[in-house]
């Protein structure tokens, strides 16, 4: 997002104008048009594109004049003859965690959520786990099989959710879901490419594998779905998953490597 913090002279835009750009190429609002807005543009497709920036970004001047000699900012060629300055940033959404499966785990999962002040929806077969009694705070409640759910779905529709958790009571609904939702994320290069993560053991996995190779799944979507999901920290209760499968979560959101020493380290 690019705001104009303030502004001399002839402008286009005056301070509080706003031009924001999606990772998927999405532009909403405007910093006044012309060449500013072009250079604008740039900057944010750039700061995007950076890996390094860490969700940073920087405050730079522009000179609106086309004889700028660049000592009070960046000249651009314009005969607006005003001066502009703007802030740079890089807004990381917050998450929106889908809990597939509504038991133990998933709740332990929802009040961490609630305390990080990210949306989470739940889906359940089971009505009694999916429903608003059950989970208040939910965005949303899916209570089908998972051959309706995902029915109802598709490559777009799905991109609303950061992370889906398979969490189910049954691994044959965990199996189905997965299988429908990698081959959602295969169907082309613009195709939905959210997080996955299933609970459960190596020994799951490998049958979830193969199962999933048989349909036509590629090696290279199965590779990219975490199981067993969470911070290898030995965590055996609801709770102590919870914060494995949250902290991994944050982890990742924070651009931060789990396995390289924090600050707090060195």
Request: with cysteine.
């Amino acid at each position: 997002m690019a705001t104009v913090l303030s502004a001399g002279g002839s402008v286009p835009g005056k301070p509080g104008a706003r031009l924001a750009i999606s990772d998927l190429g999405e532009k909403c609002g405007t910093v006044g048009g012309g060449g500013l807005e072009l250079t604008v543009s740039q900057q944010l497709t750039s700061l995007l594109l950076e890996k390094e920036s860490e969700h940073g970004g920087f405050v730079e001047t522009f000179q609106l004049q086309t004889n700028a000699k660049g000592q009070a900012g960046t000249p651009l060629n314009s005969l607006c003859g005003g001066r502009v300055t703007l802030s740079f940033e890089v807004i990381q959404p917050m998450p929106h965690i889908l809990l597939c499966g509504g038991g133990h785990c998933a709740k332990a999962i929802a009040d961490a959520c609630k305390l990080l002040d990210w949306k989470y929806s739940v889906f359940d077969v089971r009505s009694e786990y999916a429903n608003e009694d059950a989970y208040p705070s939910a965005t949303e409640w899916h209570n089908s099989s998972a051959e309706n759910f995902l029915s109802n779905e598709n490559s777009t529709t799905l991109a609303r959710f950061s992370d889906i958790l398979l969490l189910g009571h049954k691994w044959s609904v965990d199996e189905e879901l997965l299988k429908g939702m990698l081959t959602y994320q295969q169907e082309g290069p613009d195709a939905w490419r959210s997080r996955i993560g299933v609970i459960g053991s190596k020994s799951k996995w490998k049958s979830f594998s193969k199962s999933a190779i048989e349909i036509g799944i590629e090696q290279q979507f199965l590779d990219e779905v975490d199981c067993p999901i969470g911070l290898n920290v030995g965590a055996e209760t609801p709770a102590e998953i919870a914060i494995a499968v949250v902290g991994q979560l944050l982890a990742r959101i924070k651009s931060q490597d789990p396995d390289e020493p924090s600050w707090r380290d060195a």
